[in-house]
C-alpha cells in the first residue's frame, strides 16, 4: 500500500518542527473534505446509532422515544416473550442446519467442478443465478412451489401416493425447515464460487505428490486440501452467519411469520415492534440482542484475523 | 510412514521412467468418456442443476398458463395453451390496496430510487476509496475501521436512529431520504473495494502527477478515473442488484405511494382478499427478478468478482 504522504510533505514544505505546524488542520485538506461523508457515517450512524439504540433498550419508550430509563425491564420482558424464544428457537435451526448444509453442498459442488469438467461456466452460471434474486422472490416463488394444493404434495398424491405429506408451511412445527430450503437454493451458489475459488488457489503440485503417494483423492481432500482452505472457510462462515442473523425478507415472503408465530425470527420481531407495534423499546432491547448475536460471532474471529497479525 | 511413502513415490517414479522408457503408445492416456467417474460427477452436477433450475422454470410455466388450467394441472407441466394475459395484468392491473395499477407503478419507484442512489453512493464510496489510498491523515484509518465494522452490525440496530435523524433533516419518508440511506449502507463494501483498488495502482502514476503539480480532484479526475472502469463495473453491478433487491429499507423509508417494486411485489401476491391468482402473481414475481437476472446474464464473470466483493453486504 503507498503511503506516499510522509514523503510529500518532507518535499514540498521541509519546515522545521518547532514552527508548530500552524495549519495541521488544513493540511490535505481536500482529502478531508471529500472523507467527510464517510466520517460522518462511520461516527453518526454507525458508531453513535447503535450506542443510541442500545442505550435506549433501558428505557420504556413506546411511540416516541423518551428518556425514562428502566433498567433491564425490557429484556426481561423480552426473554419472557414466547414470540421471542419461538424467534431465537427458529434462527438458531435455521442458522446451524443453514451453516452446515451451504458449506457442504458447496464444498461438493465445487470440488466436482474442479475436476476439469465440461461446461463449467454453464453449470456455474446455473448455480449462482438465485443469488442475483431477492429473497422476496424467492420467498415467493419456494411459496409456491411448497403449495400444498397445487405444488410438490399435490404432485405426488396425484401420481397415487395419496397419504404423501409435505406441506412445511402450513405445519408449524416444519415450518422453518420450508425457508431453510428457499434460503438454501438462494445462497450455496455463492459458497461454492467461493469455495471454487479456493480450489483454484490450491498449487497443482499438492495433487501430483499426493497422487504419486497413492493418496485417495477424497483422503487428499479431507486432509490435506480442506485443512489448506482454512482461511477462504473462515472467510465464508464469516458471510453466512452474518447474513443469517439479518434473515428477514425471505419470512417476510415465504409465510409472513406463519402459521400463527412459528416461523418469526428476530429481525422481524424488531420490526414489527419497532414500526408496528409501537413499542420502541422493546424493538430496541431485541435489536441489540442481534448485536451482541453478531459480536459473539464476529469479534473472536477479528481477533484471530486482525489481532493475530499486529503480534506477528 | 514417511519412509514407506518415500518408497511408494520412487516406486511410482521408476515405473514411470519403466513405460517411458517402453516404446509404447504415446502422450496422455486417453479418458473414456463413459467412465464410471465421469456419469457419477456429471449425473450429480446434473441433478444439482436441475434443482437451481426448477423455480425458474416453474415461474415461467406458471406465468404462462391460464388460471383454470392452473388449478387443474399440476405445477411442473408444461402450459396447453400460452397466455400472456397474466403478465399484463401483473403489470397494468393487479391491486394492492386501493391502488389497482399494477407492478409498473412500484417498477417506476424502483427506477427512480435505483438511478440516483447507484450515483451517489458510487460517487461518494469512490473518492473516499481513493482519499483512504493515496491520502491518508491521522485519524482517517481509525474511521474507516469504524465503517468495516459497521458493515457487520444488523441493519435493525441502525435503522431507528436513522428515522430520526431523516426525520430532523426533513427528508424521512422522501426519496432523496432513500438515497441518503441507500449511499450511508453501500458504503462500507464500495469504499473497501475502491481503497484496495486504487492502492493497487502503482504509485508512480500518483507521484509523477503530483510533481507535475495535480492536486486531489485533478489526480480523482485525470488520473484515477480514466484506469478504473472495471471496478466501476463491479461497483455498478453490486449497487444495482443489492438496491433493487433491497426490501427492508424501501419498507422503512419510503411512503406507500412510493413502495419499491420489491415491496409492491410483497404486497401484491400477499394480500389476503381477493382470489388469489398464482399466474399474475408468478408473472409479477419474475417481472421484480427480471432486472438483478438480466444484470447477472449480461455481466458474467464481472458478477462473480462483484459478489465475492459484495458478499459482505447481503
Request: net charge positive; hydrophobic share 50%.
Amino acid at each position: 500500500m503507498p503511503h506516499p504522504m510522509p514523503q510529500q510533505s518532507g518535499v514540498s514544505k521541509p519546515m522545521p518542527k518547532s514552527s508548530g505546524r500552524p495549519n495541521q488542520l488544513f493540511r490535505n485538506l481536500n482529502s478531508k473534505i471529500a472523507l467527510t461523508p464517510m466520517i460522518l457515517v462511520a461516527a453518526v450512524v454507525f458508531f453513535g446509532g447503535t450506542i443510541w439504540t442500545v442505550i435506549y433498550s433501558f428505557t420504556n419508550s413506546r411511540l416516541l422515544p423518551r428518556a425514562s430509563f428502566v433498567g433491564l425491564d425490557q429484556y426481561e420482558r423480552l426473554w419472557a416473550s414466547s414470540r421471542w424464544i419461538i424467534s431465537i428457537q427458529n434462527l438458531m435451526i435455521y442458522g446451524i442446519l443453514s451453516l452446515i448444509f451451504s458449506l457442504v453442498v458447496g464444498f461438493v459442488l465445487a470440488a466436482l467442478m474442479d475436476q476439469k469438467i465440461r461446461f463449467e461456466s454453464a453449470f456455474r452460471t446455473i448455480f449462482l443465478y438465485p443469488f442475483a434474486l431477492s429473497f422476496i422472490v424467492t420467498g415467493l416463488v419456494w411459496q409456491w412451489i411448497l403449495n400444498p394444493e397445487f405444488g410438490v404434495q399435490g404432485i405426488v398424491r396425484s401420481l397415487g401416493w395419496t397419504s404423501f405429506t409435505f406441506d412445511p408451511l402450513y405445519n408449524p412445527d416444519i415450518v422453518i425447515y420450508g425457508i431453510l430450503i428457499a434460503g438454501l437454493w438462494q445462497g450455496t451458489g455463492l459458497v461454492m464460487c467461493l469455495m471454487l475459488a479456493g480450489l483454484r488457489g490450491i498449487d497443482e503440485d499438492i495433487w501430483k505428490a499426493s497422487r504419486v503417494d497413492g493418496i485417495p483423492m477424497w483422503r487428499t481432500y479431507i486432509f490435506v486440501v480442506i485443512p489448506m482452505m482454512r482461511p477462504v472457510f473462515i472467510t465464508t462462515l464469516v458471510l453466512i452467519g452474518s447474513g443469517i442473523v439479518k434473515l428477514y425478507d425471505l419470512v417476510v415472503a415465504q409465510t409472513s411469520g406463519g402459521p400463527g408465530n412459528a416461523s418469526e425470527v428476530p429481525a422481524k420481531y424488531v420490526y414489527d415492534y419497532m414500526f408496528q407495534a409501537q413499542n420502541l423499546g422493546q424493538g430496541f432491547a431485541a435489536s441489540t440482542m442481534m448485536l451482541l448475536t453478531v459480536a459473539i460471532v464476529i469479534v473472536p474471529w477479528a481477533y484471530l484475523e486482525f489481532g493475530g497479525k499486529k503480534r506477528g | 510412514m514417511a519412509d514407506v511413502s518415500t518408497l511408494n513415490a520412487t516406486g511410482a517414479a521408476l515405473d514411470a521412467v519403466r513405460t517411458e522408457l517402453a516404446s509404447g503408445p504415446r502422450g496422455k492416456k486417453p479418458r473414456k468418456v463413459l467412465s464410471r467417474r465421469n456419469v457419477m460427477i456429471y449425473g450429480i452436477l446434473g441433478l444439482a442443476a436441475l434443482y437451481y433450475l426448477l423455480p425458474l422454470y416453474v415461474m415461467v410455466v406458471t406465468s404462462l398458463k391460464g388460471m383454470p388450467e392452473v388449478r387443474l394441472g399440476n405445477i411442473f407441466s408444461p402450459p396447453v395453451e400460452i397466455t400472456f394475459e397474466p403478465w399484463v395484468k401483473a403489470w397494468a392491473e393487479a391491486c394492492t390496496g386501493l391502488n389497482c395499477d399494477g407492478l409498473s407503478r412500484g417498477f417506476w419507484n424502483s427506477v427512480r430510487i435505483l438511478v440516483p442512489s447507484v450515483i451517489v453512493s458510487i460517487a461518494v464510496a469512490s473518492v473516499s476509496g481513493y482519499a483512504l489510498a493515496n491520502w491518508r491523515f491521522k485519524g482517517s484509518e481509525l474511521f474507516f475501521s469504524v465503517l468495516i465494522i459497521g458493515a457487520f452490525i444488523p441493519y435493525q440496530v441502525m435503522i431507528y436512529p436513522l428515522v430520526i435523524i431523516l426525520r430532523e433533516i426533513g427528508i424521512y419518508g422522501s426519496l432523496t431520504g432513500l438515497v441518503i440511506v441507500h449511499t450511508i449502507f453501500g458504503m462500507p463494501i464500495l469504499t473497501l473495494l475502491f481503497r484496495n483498488y486504487f492502492a493497487g495502482l502503482p504509485e508512480e502514476l500518483f507521484k509523477a502527477a503530483r510533481i507535475d503539480g495535480a492536486g486531489f480532484w485533478q489526480i480523482y479526475g485525470r488520473i484515477m478515473l480514466p484506469m478504473s472502469l472495471p471496478i466501476f463495473v463491479v461497483a455498478i453491478i453490486i449497487q444495482v442488484t443489492g438496491i433493487w433487491n433491497d426490501f427492508l429499507f424501501g419498507v422503512v423509508f419510503t411512503r406507500p405511494d412510493t413502495y419499491p417494486m420489491t415491496v409492491q411485489l410483497n404486497n401484491i401476491v400477499n394480500s389476503v382478499q381477493g382470489v388469489k391468482e398464482y399466474n399474475v402473481n408468478m408473472a409479477a414475481t419474475l417481472l421484480t427478478g427480471a432486472v438483478p437476472l438480466i444484470v447477472y446474464f449480461v455481466s458474467g464473470r464481472l458478477f462473480v468478482r462483484g459478489i465475492a466483493a459484495g458478499a459482505v453486504k447481503g
